[in-house]
């Protein structure tokens, strides 16, 4: 943004400005071009920058009821967002006939209020009135933006809203969308003469992207068939991109895995499959599937010579924080986020591009287009063997040191529950996981089978209650000849133990692997632990409960299990037998985060030794 008025009469190094300005910038990159402003206090910080902004223009208006229609009526005529700006209280409630009308004939006003901070709220302090969901239903959707901060994380933020505010009025049906801004005084910090910007704002998030491109391209392709467009856009990505990756998240499309795959293997982009993406089991092509990143990715000399130079990710978010860190850690690199939902499946406020298309149609659509280019004999993207083989390199190393570490842990290991699985689930088997650490060890240990293996979990809101009557509903789901099979925590089991009924009441199968840890063992690897005085007592909460009773109540069979021999056998005879199996695996949580740090540092060694990565 240009700065030219306000410099020398603000501060535009303070945390306000950079906050309000990143915002304004990215409003312009989106294409709004015109703001009705109704005077008044609170709102100053974005009055100020609007009429800041060279490439906006600003209509004043003192009445906001006309203003609002004001902007309606050119929002109509133009066919573009137009953004309304007012201060605090019945201000904001004057807009309302004209959200109304917008909201009706589909017309994209970006409704923009201040309003008080938190702590002058319902407490008598002037001119505040509640502006939470103030339109109610007539504005699309409602945001109550964060206090600004000049962080790196806020600034991501802030232009992230701005660019997903910007395409959610003009997403059919278009309509008002409403973002609540609170502010704090002073709303016009003095300047503080010769100071120059603090380090935060001379990052990445601040300058925004290059070439005063939005910080998040949002297309909206129809479902079914990518408009030609977005194909194009990908087409030329990849065509520059010869580092490029593949991450695949939660997503329950059986169809996905063969045209990922196909897209992965004519690319040269290696895929970082999550298990709920139903990309490692099957009969597809599964030689560019990864499935040990969330060991690999944890070693620092790894990701740092694994710059890529773009990134496209399917389905939701994975559970893996190596690979969230190492999203971070590439943050300028292109990320190309591809939502099925025409929601906002992107926590990272990283993403580039995201574009709301079916992914397999996507996929078939650059596959069909690549074709298409070799008929017209244009410039193909050529695999990079180099970086395909340094990603294959990590993946073979990492999960042959984790198989051969695990064997020689004389206790039971959590994680070992997953190598053994993978090797004992028969084709067409369910595999239910529990959240907490089951999920992650599920991530790390569960590499990949030629055999079809449907993997779920309640990875929405990842709670641990509910469980056991999930994995019982999906057996009832599942065809007789279909195993299924639930891995549970303890905690997680002891809370949904009443759903144990619906297995007699309707006598299915189930088999449940229950690790017992005696608490909630995911804490152990938190720096919660490194508070002993009450880390037992608020989050290790062990129960001393012997589940054996509560299962032989709900007529299941129970089994202890004390080595992985007996682990074979209690597996097979629960798919043998049929009916509710409950085979507990006793575990000790301090040492099983001894035992994972174990194998995160065997990993690193083997994978130095080779020097995997170091190459280029
Ligand atoms: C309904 C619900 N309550 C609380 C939490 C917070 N929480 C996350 S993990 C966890 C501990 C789970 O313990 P357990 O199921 O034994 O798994 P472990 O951590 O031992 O692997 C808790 C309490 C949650 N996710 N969901
Ligand atoms: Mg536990």
Redesign the pocket.
């Known amino acids: 943004m240009s700065n030219s008025t306000l410099r020398g009469q603000q501060d535009l190094a303070h945390p306000l400005y950079v906050y309000v300005g990143a915002f304004v910038d990215e409003l312009q990159r989106a294409g709004v071009r015109n703001v009705i402003i109704c005077p008044g206090s609170r709102s100053t910080p974005l009055a100020l920058v609007f009429a800041d902004q060279p490439d906006m223009r600003v209509w004043m208006h003192v009445d906001e009821r006309s203003a609002a229609y004001f902007g309606l009526g050119m929002a109509k005529r133009l066919r573009q967002p137009v953004a309304l700006l007012c201060t605090s209280g019945t201000a904001a409630a004057n807009f309302m006939p004209a959200i109304v009308e917008a909201k009706l004939t589909h017309v994209p006003l970006l409704v923009l209020t201040a309003d008080r901070p938190h702590e002058l709220r319902d407490n008598g302090a002037p001119q505040s009135i509640d502006q939470n969901r103030l339109y109610g239903t007539y504005a699309k959707e409602f945001v109550e933006v964060a206090l600004p901060e000049a962080t790196d994380a806020a600034l991501r933020y802030i232009r992230t809203l701005a660019a997903r505010a910007a395409a959610s009025v003009r997403a059919n049906p278009a309509g008002p969308v409403h973002l609540n801004f609170p502010f704090r005084e002073p709303l016009t910090p003095e300047l503080v003469s010769g100071q120059s910007l603090p380090p935060v704002a001379r990052g990445d998030a601040w300058q925004g992207r290059p070439d005063n491109a939005p910080y998040v391209e949002v297309q909206a392709a129809s479902p079914g068939s990518p408009a030609g467009a977005t194909i194009e856009l990908l087409m030329e990505m990849v065509r520059r991109a010869r580092r490029g990756l593949i991450i695949a998240g939660p997503h329950d499309d059986p169809a996905l895995a063969e045209s990922v795959a196909r897209l992965a293997r004519r690319l040269g982009y290696p895929v970082l499959a999550d298990p709920l993406s139903q990309l490692r089991c099957g009969s597809h092509d599964r030689d560019m599937i990864l499935s040990s990143y969330d060991a690999f990715l944890r070693i620092d000399a790894f990701s740092e010579s694994a710059q890529p130079e773009l990134i496209l990710r399917f389905g939701a978010m994975p559970a893996s924080k190596p690979v969230l860190l190492y999203l971070k850690r590439y943050a300028s690199c292109p990320l190309v986020v591809i939502d099925g939902y025409g929601g906002w499946e992107e926590p990272t406020q990283l993403a580039s591009q995201l574009i709301h298309v079916n992914p397999v149609a996507l996929c078939q659509g650059v596959l069909a287009a690549l074709d298409r280019s070799i008929e017209r004999e244009e410039p193909q993207p050529s695999v990079n063997q180099e970086w395909v083989a340094m990603w294959r390199e990590a993946e073979r190393v990492t999960r042959r040191t984790l198989e051969r570490v695990i064997q020689d842990f004389d206790e039971l290991f959590e994680g070992r529950v997953f190598t053994e699985l993978a090797g004992l689930l028969p084709d067409g088997a369910t595999l239910y996981t529990?959240?907490?650490?089951?999920v992650r060890d599920l991530d790390t240990f569960f590499g990949g089978s030629e055999r079809h293996i449907r993997f779920m979990g309640n990875r929405g809101a990842?709670?641990?209650?509910g469980l056991i009557s999930s994995a019982l509903g999906a057996s009832a789901g599942a065809a007789e000849s279909e195993s299924t099979v639930l891995v549970?925590?303890?905690?997680?089991f002891f809370?949904d133990l009443n759903g144990l009924l619906a297995a007699r009441l309707h006598r299915l199968n189930l088999t449940i692997v229950l690790?017992n840890?005696d608490?909630?063992?995911?804490f152990s690897f938190l720096p919660q632990a490194a508070f002993p005085e009450h880390f037992e007592q608020l989050f290790g909460t062990p129960t001393g409960l012997d589940f054996r009773f509560a299962v032989q109540m709900f007529g299941g069979r129970f089994q202890r299990v004390e080595d992985w021999k007996q682990f074979r056998e209690a597996v097979n005879l629960g798919r043998a037998t049929g009916g509710l199996h409950v085979i507990e695996v006793p575990t000790e949580r301090a040492s099983n985060v001894r035992m994972h740090r174990q194998l995160w540092e065997a990993t690193g060694r083997a994978l130095n030794e080779r020097a995997v990565g170091a190459r280029d």
Do not use: C, E, F
């Open positions: 529990g959240n907490s650490m089951p990842n709670g641990i209650d549970v925590g303890d905690l997680s809370h690790i840890n608490g909630g063992g995911i």
